[in-house]
T-cell receptor
């Protein structure tokens, strides 16, 4: 069974710092990998989707990479801002089902 | 607005009662999903449906039931058989072209 792990569980950084969030998965037979943001008490907002044939995707200050062979993805956030404070989750899709990590709770201090 | 609407946002239930959570979408997506989220844990799949009039159990289906009579709607019933129903419930749809997953705002159920 696919297992998804996110490290670290929590991260606190000063404003302006560049940071990397990690996501690993146990089975490389995936269709997609998706990164989400979740604010307290809210649903998940899609940030980036990487299809299995792609290596990375970029949106604004966010860049996500995918290495299927090693079972890893990273989410790079440039020039972090207090508004980036949230929980970030990754999910992989395999055989019409999605498997989620437990998330990294990010706090960006002004 | 296009999207996924979950209702109610907050729901309180007495033990022994069944409750139904609504999920409506106007994205024209075939696949719909129900997840449960508990503090500090990842999302766990309750039920999913790939097409109208068809659905499959997820990893934690016991104590839950669903129906999929219309493409737009995928309601979830939390029955009295669910031993620990207090949680945050999330409905999602999957876009057919890209496989991107979209979520509603969630429903928080509290059992008193």
């Amino acid at each position: 069974k696919q297992e998804v792990t996110q490290i670290p569980a929590a991260l606190s950084v000063p404003e302006g710092e560049n940071l990397v969030l990690n996501c690993s998965f146990t089975d490389s037979a995936i269709y997609n990998l998706q990164w989400f943001r979740q604010d307290p008490g809210k649903g998940l907002t899609s940030l980036l989707l990487i299809q299995s044939s792609q290596r990375e995707q970029t949106s604004g200050r966010l860049n996500a990479s995918l290495d299927k062979s090693s079972g890893r993805s990273t989410l790079y956030i440039a020039a972090s801002q207090p508004g980036d404070s949230a929980t970030y989750l990754c999910a992989v899709e395999a055989f019409n089902k999605f498997y989620f990590g437990s998330g990294t709770k990010l706090n960006v201090k002004p | 607005d296009g999207g996924i609407t979950q209702s109610p946002k907050y729901l309180f239930r007495k033990e022994g009662q069944n409750v139904t959570l609504s999920c409506e979408q106007n994205l024209n997506h075939d696949a719909m999903y129900w997840y449960r989220q508990d503090p500090g844990q990842g999302l766990r799949l309750i039920y999913y449906s790939q097409i109208v009039n068809d659905f499959q159990k997820g990893d934690i289906a016991e104590g839950y039931s669903v129906s999929r009579e219309k493409k737009e709607s995928f309601p979830l019933t939390v029955t009295s058989a669910q031993k620990n129903p207090t949680a945050f419930y999330l409905c999602a749809t999957r876009g057919a072209n890209t496989g991107e997953l979209f979520f509603g705002e969630g429903s928080r159920l509290t059992v008193l």
